[in-house]
T-cell receptor, first 115, second 113 residues
Framework: GAVVSQHPSRVICKSGTSVKIECRSL??????MFWYRQFPKKSLMLMAT?????????EQGVEKDKFLINHASLTLSTLTVTSAHPEDSSFYIC???????????FGSGTRLTVV | KQEVTQIPAALSVPEGENLVLNCSFT??????LQWFRQDPGKGLTSLLL?????REQTSGRLNASLDKSSGRSTLYIAASQPGDSATYLC????????????FGTGTRLLVSP
């Protein structure tokens, strides 16, 4: 089955630094990947749609300069949290699907803590 | 704008019980619907995918039904086990554009031994 790998699973960084999170489709190509954010005991909030070879599409209220998305190949999308602050601490998770008829597969998520 | 609601928000049952989780959505123009489980601090595991033309899907002790016209889906778990304890999320996939997932609010299930 389709596998999505996300790395790192956990990261702690200092306030003001940037953190990059990778999302890879291991056994399929994904022209589109999605990035979500999840607050404790809440459901997933879509942040942006990552499109291979073009600019990401951000949801309303998501700062595109804060959350940089790059989808440079058909198997890799990255989310960079720039100038991180404690309020950026959260669980970030990506997803993709193999085919239009397929369901979505999710990465294992990244727990970001900004201190 | 699509809105997805899940009832109940939390459920606690003894081991062995059969249970039903409910999901409702406001816009019936969906491509398909997917049920997931999420363990604390983990990613999402896909349980069942129902295409919009289908009425139900089964996998082991799980059965999911879909009534698109009324905007409802149910997830039936037979003979529940402590290992079923998790948060269950339903998500509808839109018909247009990027076909984004819209998630429900989730049901936190606790199955006691």
């Amino acid at each position: 089955g389709a596998v999505v790998s996300q790395h790192p699973s956990r990261v702690i960084c200092k306030s003001g630094t940037s953190v990059k999170i990778e999302c890879r489709s291991l056994d399929f190509q994904a022209t589109t990947m999605f990035w979500y954010r999840q607050f404790p005991k809440k459901s997933l909030m879509l942040m942006a749609t990552s499109n291979e070879g073009s600019k990401a599409t951000y949801e309303q209220g998501v700062e595109k300069d804060k959350f940089l998305i790059n989808h440079a190949s058909l198997t890799l999308s990255t989310l960079t949290v720039t100038s991180a602050h404690p309020e950026d601490s959260s669980f970030y998770i990506c997803s993709a699907r193999e085919r239009r008829e397929s369901g979505y597969t999710f990465g294992s998520g990244t727990r970001l803590t900004v201190v | 704008k699509q809105e997805v609601t899940q009832i109940p928000a939390a459920l606690s049952v003894p081991e062995g019980e059969n249970l039903v989780l409910n999901c409702s959505f406001t816009d019936s123009a969906i491509y398909n619907l997917q049920w997931f489980r999420q363990d604390p601090g983990k990613g999402l595991t896909s349980l069942l995918l129902i295409q919009s033309s289908q009425r139900e899907q089964t996998s082991g002790r799980l059965n999911a039904s879909l009534d698109k016209s009324s905007g409802r889906s149910t997830l039936y778990i037979a003979a529940s086990q402590p290992g079923d304890s998790a948060t269950y999320l339903c998500a509808v996939i839109g018909n247009t554009g990027f076909q984004k997932l819209v998630f429900g609010t989730g049901t936190r299930l606790l199955v006691s031994p």
